[in-house]
């Protein structure tokens, strides 16, 4: 019964009412929930690589129909601001989404509630849940009433800053050499990881970052990448 209230009250949340309760179970589980739990559990890592992609498709149909004035590189890099690690983790905040996540305990004391990677996952794997629930249409409603404020604030140049995007673009007006990300370290245990990742132009290291994810790593990497060669 606890559970049943909690999710009605996401539901509200969400202006959406799962038919298949069990879809958003999943999206909200973690895995290291599962890993703490005996009995065999379903976790959101395959909900969430849905997502991602039915999330990407929203977003670039509705920018490619919208902006008919915006060059491919344009529609691209406002894309990758407004699918972000970062926007996505900023809209679970707002929504309140941490509270409803099933985390493992070890997890949770370190603060998994709030952690960006934690957040932006499940955030995808709620859109990937509603998406086998009710549809594209049902998905495209609930992600673009989340995320046009954000494509917004990305067109007036006022969103978070994708420095991949930008180091990208700065070293290709002028070189046509590979750019490349690797992880080059994994520290801590599943729960804490801390990862390194190396930004590399044309097989030179040219930035280093750290962070929490791997993809905060890869934007820390670009963005030391970019202050040292400006």
Not at 48 to 61: A, N, P, T, Y
Not at 157 to 185: P, W
Request: with cysteine; glycine share 10%; hydrophobic share 40%.
């Amino acid at each position: 019964m606890r559970l049943l209230a909690q999710l009605n009250d996401l539901f509200e949340i969400l202006d959406y009412k799962f038919k298949d309760i069990q879809l958003i179970v999943t999206a909200l589980t973690h895995s290291s929930y599962a890993n703490e739990t005996k009995d065999e559990i379903t976790f959101n890592e395959r909900l969430e690589f849905l997502g991602d992609s039915v999330l990407g498709l929203i977003i670039s149909d509705y920018l490619y129909r919208t902006f008919t004035d915006l060059t491919e590189g344009e529609l691209s890099k406002i894309r990758a601001g407004v699918v972000s690690e970062f926007s996505l983790a900023q809209k679970a905040r707002a929504l309140g989404l941490g509270s409803f996540l099933r985390l493992g305990k070890g997890e949770d004391n370190i603060g998994g509630r709030d952690r960006s990677s934690v957040l932006a996952d499940a955030m995808e794997a709620v859109i990937g849940a509603m998406y086998l629930d009710g549809g594209l249409n049902a998905a495209k409603t609930f992600v673009l009433k989340l995320l046009v404020p954000t494509i917004m604030s990305q067109l007036s140049g006022e969103g978070h800053q994708d420095y991949k995007t930008q180091l990208q673009e700065l070293l290709q007006s002028h070189s046509s050499l590979e750019i490349s990300y690797r992880i080059i370290r994994e520290e801590g245990p599943d729960h804490e990881k801390w990862f390194t990742a190396e930004v590399c132009h044309g097989g030179m290291a040219i930035g280093r970052g750290q962070g929490r994810s791997k993809k905060e790593a890869e934007q820390q990497a670009a963005r030391y990448a970019l202050n040292k060669l400006r």
